[in-house]
């Protein structure tokens, strides 16, 4: 079986209805399966997949996954997988057409791919906010890297919701760190980063644009409050992964006071505070990073 599609899911039953209906509409031609790794739903998911399954002929298996956490479910489905490439697709998330096509293509042009990331289109319950700086456009899970099929160079990365790996890069190294990526309701992260950082040692990662998802974005996350909240997971995120914590521990403590001290100078410039406030947020997430490893 040349492909395996992957969705982790938790209490989200009818967006899980919504990919797996995508699925069932792509144009790829041979044979491959669909594995929902329910992790601890307490919802109706069970019954949306087993109801999915009697709509098509594409195998979808329902596998339930008691511990929680991104990453262990993540882990669960290429341990469940027995397609030759994996293919991870946000329960929030729905498919183009040609996404398994395009994401199998290329991997079979060239043996040394050993991660593709997708274009991530946003799906906005309601607009876009104005106030949304470029540079964090990427938190909530935008991708557009490029126009054509280019290999990613580093630090460039792909993104949960639309990312795939060859299944052989498992036998030769771990799969998802456990103690990253989120667990309940909190936002840690960085556990492609982390795999991705490691498969690049051995393997090439690329990125097309022709494989497309698009990924919603709830109402409740369209505020700066959210924003900041995920901001500051993402600096715990980078201390937990990262190998120098004492580095960036010095760093942090030297950072926050100076950007304290930007946000009273650019007081009545309120992009300049947000953007200021925000490195305050993503420091003081790296601090407490760094001290939550040492507890």
């Avoid at 990125?207 to 109402?219: F, G, L, Q």
């Avoid at 403590?253 to 305050?280: C, E, H, M, Q």
């Amino acid at each position: 079986m040349k492909a395996t599609v992957a969705i982790c899911t938790h209490n989200r039953a009818a967006d899980v209805e919504e990919a797996l209906l995508s699925l069932m509409r792509q144009d790829f031609a041979e044979p491959f399966e669909v594995i929902v790794v329910d992790n601890r739903s307490t919802d109706h998911t069970k019954q949306v997949v087993q109801d999915a399954g009697r709509l098509t002929t594409i195998p979808i298996v329902y596998v339930y996954e008691e511990r929680l956490g991104l990453s262990v479910a993540r882990n669960r489905a290429i341990r469940e997988a027995r397609g030759d490439y994996i293919l991870f697709l946000d329960d929030d998330a729905v498919a183009c057409e040609g996404w398994i096509s395009g994401i199998v293509s290329l991997f079979e042009s060239d043996p040394r791919i050993g991660c593709i990331g997708g274009k991530i289109e946003p799906a906005w319950e309601g607009e876009e906010p104005n106030w949304l700086l470029p540079e964090n456009r990427t938190l909530y899970t935008i991708l557009d890297y490029a126009d054509e099929i280019v290999e990613m160079q580093k630090p460039a990365m792909p993104f949960g919701a639309n990312v795939s790996f060859r299944m052989s890069v498992f036998d030769a190294m771990k799969p998802f760190r456990e103690d990253l990526g989120r667990v309940g309701s909190n936002l840690l992260s960085s556990e492609e980063t982390e795999l991705i950082d490691r498969i690049r040692a051995s393997y090439t990662v690329y990125y097309t644009p022709y494989a497309w998802v698009r990924h919603k974005i709830p109402r409740s996350r369209i505020s700066r409050k959210w924003l900041l909240r995920r901001i500051y997971w993402q600096g715990v995120s980078k201390a937990v992964s990262s190998e120098r914590k004492a580095g960036l521990f010095l760093k942090s403590l030297l950072k926050v006071p100076v950007f304290a001290l930007l946000s009273v100078v650019f007081f009545f410039d309120r992009r300049r505070i947000f953007r200021n406030v925000s490195k305050i947020i993503y420091n003081n997430g790296l601090i407490n990073g760094v001290l939550r490893t040492y507890n």
